[in-house]
């Protein structure tokens, strides 16, 4: 009887832990889609810049600054070791912020110069850019839903028993003022 009883508590246990394995890994699946998405905007930046450059020499400044956000965002990393660590996320997340940010400018410049708007390449970026951050804020939410699956898992009973050195897995929050529509200006 004690046999039964132990080795039922043993497969228990067992299938927690690999239900904690599970989630962690869904973590790791999800942040790299994630990574992917961030990948795609910073390959088609140089493109996007290359077309407005053509068609916006004026617009210098715009897209220099595009260019420096893409250097900044492109050169912090993170990779899934460093997710419990909030300092390393918020940094990584302020890069990818002041990249999108200057992405803002750049479509603003087709209002003011309606040749931009007419050129089909820009508009075909655009589109493409446009996508790629839908694509990187549905990433971010399923994302945020498997660190919420794990770090309920590992803080809940008996996870937090079987957890062991495993910690809380960060999430992406949206930064301070980002509630407010950005503010364009030349």
């Not at 990818?96 to 209002?111: C, I, K, M």
Request: aromatic share 8%; glycine share 4%.
């Amino acid at each position: 009887m004690k046999f039964a009883i132990a080795v039922v508590a043993l497969v228990s246990f067992s299938a927690c832990d690999n239900y904690i394995i599970e989630n962690e890994q869904s973590v790791n699946t999800a942040f790299g889609n994630l990574q992917s998405q961030y990948q795609r905007r910073a390959d088609l930046i140089p493109n996007l810049v290359e077309t407005v450059k053509a068609a916006a020499a004026h617009e210098k400044d715009t897209l220099e600054a595009v260019i420096a956000a893409r250097n900044t965002a492109t050169t912090i990393k993170l990779d899934a070791s460093d997710l419990e660590d909030p300092a390393k996320v918020a940094a990584f997340q302020k890069a990818q912020t002041g990249l999108a940010g200057a992405l803002s400018r750049v479509f603003a410049l087709q209002e003011q110069y309606p040749e931009i708007r007419a050129n089909q390449n820009f508009r075909d970026l655009q589109v493409q850019i446009e996508g790629t951050e839908n694509r990187i804020q549905r990433a971010r939410e399923q994302y945020n839903e498997s660190v919420q699956v794990y770090n309920a898992a590992i803080l809940k009973w008996p996870g937090r028993w079987l957890a062991g050195a495993r910690k809380e897995k960060q999430m992406f929050a949206a930064e301070a003022g980002a509630e407010a529509a950005p503010k364009v200006k030349f």
